[in-house]
Structure formats: structure tokens, C-alpha cells
């Protein structure tokens, strides 16, 4: 079946480091991939729709300028934290829909858990 | 801003027992999507049901849809350790992300 391979799964680092995150689609074309931010024991939050080829949309209250997205291939998107700190702490996840048919699932990354000290 | 709503946020059951864990949600849908997360890890796409479909099956789960009241549940049946985890509901309008609920955490004692 479809799969989205998401690296790396695990991230610490010192704060006011950048952090890359890719976020592949392994078997299927993907126009536009979703990342989603988790805290512990809540729901997904999206933070941005990245649109291969354009620029990603945001959702409202996301930084854009912290979290840059970039979606250059039809299999591949990266969100960058720039200059991280302690409150960027969090479990990251990119999904992807196959662009070919609708009423398709997402397909969900295995996620990063990032950790700024 | 989240649309659904699971309900209960937590259950926990003998293994052996059925679980049902319930979605309702505020518009109208393309279809709707069930997702399992194990502790730390992705989300596991378990079953997606259309807006003119009423049920569906998949091994042990079952999922219902009632478009009129909004709402949708999920069945797990003889539930196993294995099936420890949370449960996520998603709502599909068609162009837009994904909304999703806020979830149950589900856990099967064995």
C-alpha cells in the first residue's frame, strides 16, 4: 500500500538550531502534503498545506517564517524550523494524499519528535 | 479548528470485550475517516466511509455513518492488547486538510 516515510524520528538539539524534517511519499504522487503538529495526549493540529511547486498555506497563527516549507517534487516536502527553542518542543507529522483518485485516505508519516534544550 | 468529536475521550476494557468509540461533527462531508496512533508513532488509516454509505466493515471494525445527525461510531470487536491505542475521527469536505477530533485513547487489559 501507499507510504509516506517521514526522517528523522527523532531530533535533539540546542535551541536556535534549524531543524529539517522530510516528509516523503515512497509509492504514490503527491501534489499536496499536510504537516500537523501533536502535543502530548491532544489532537492533531495542521499548521500548513504544502502545494508542490507553490507556495505552502498556513494556517492562522502558524509562523510562517519559522516554519518554511518547501515542496519541490511531487514526492517530497520539508518544514525547516528555523532557530528552534524549548517551546518548539513537539511531535511533528506530515501526511500526503494520492493526487490521482478522490476519496483517497491521507497517509501519515511515522513522525519527529523534536526537543529543544 | 477542530470538527470532530470523539466520544468517550478515554475507555478502557477486558481484552475479549467490544469497544465503541463515537464521532460527531458539525458539517456536511465528502466521507469521513477513522485512524488509529500508537503511543509515539503516526497515524494508521483503519476505514474511510462515504457520505452515502451507512456502514462498513473491515475485520473487526465496523463503522457507521448517519449523515442526519452528524455523527459516526467505531466498532472493534474481541478487542486484543494490540489494540491499545488512540482513535481518531477525520472529516473529509473534499479540497480541504483533514479535520480531526480530538480522539479516545483507548485500553484493552489483558
Known amino acids: 500500500g501507499a507510504v509516506v516515510s517521514q526522517h528523522p524520528s527523532w531530533v535533539i538539539c540546542k535551541s536556535g538550531t534549524s531543524v529539517k524534517i522530510e516528509c516523503r511519499s515512497l509509492d504514490f504522487q503527491a501534489t499536496t502534503m499536510f504537516w500537523y503538529r501533536q502535543f502530548p495526549k491532544q489532537s492533531l493540529m495542521l499548521m500548513a498545506t504544502s502545494n508542490e511547486g507553490s507556495k505552502a498555506t498556513y494556517e492562522q497563527g502558524v509562523e510562517k517564517d519559522k516554519f518554511l516549507i518547501n515542496h519541490a517534487s511531487l514526492t517530497l516536502s520539508t518544514l525547516t524550523v528555523t532557530s528552534a527553542h524549548p517551546e518548539d518542543s513537539s511531535f511533528y507529522i506530515c501526511?500526503?494524499?494520492?493526487?490521482?483518485?478522490?476519496?483517497?485516505?491521507?497517509?501519515f508519516g511515522d513522525g519527529t519528535r523534536l526537543s529543544i534544550l | 479548528s477542530q470538527q470532530g468529536e470523539e466520544d468517550p475521550q478515554a475507555l478502557s476494557i477486558q481484552e475479549g470485550e467490544n469497544a465503541t468509540m463515537n464521532c460527531s461533527y458539525k458539517?456536511?462531508?465528502?466521507?469521513l475517516q477513522w485512524y488509529r496512533q500508537n503511543s509515539g508513532r503516526g497515524l494508521v488509516h483503519l476505514i474511510l466511509i462515504r457520505s452515502n454509505e451507512r456502514e462498513k466493515h473491515s475485520g473487526r471494525l465496523r463503522v457507521t455513518l448517519d449523515t442526519s445527525k452528524k455523527s459516526s461510531s467505531l466498532l472493534i470487536t474481541a478487542s486484543r492488547a494490540a489494540d491499545t491505542a488512540s482513535y481518531f475521527c477525520a472529516t473529509d469536505l473534499g479540497i480541504t486538510p483533514l479535520v480531526f477530533g480530538k480522539g479516545t485513547r483507548l485500553s484493552v487489559i489483558a
Open positions: 501526511s500526503a494524499r494520492d493526487s490521482s483518485y478522490s476519496n483517497q485516505p491521507q497517509h
Open positions: 458539517t456536511s462531508i465528502n466521507n
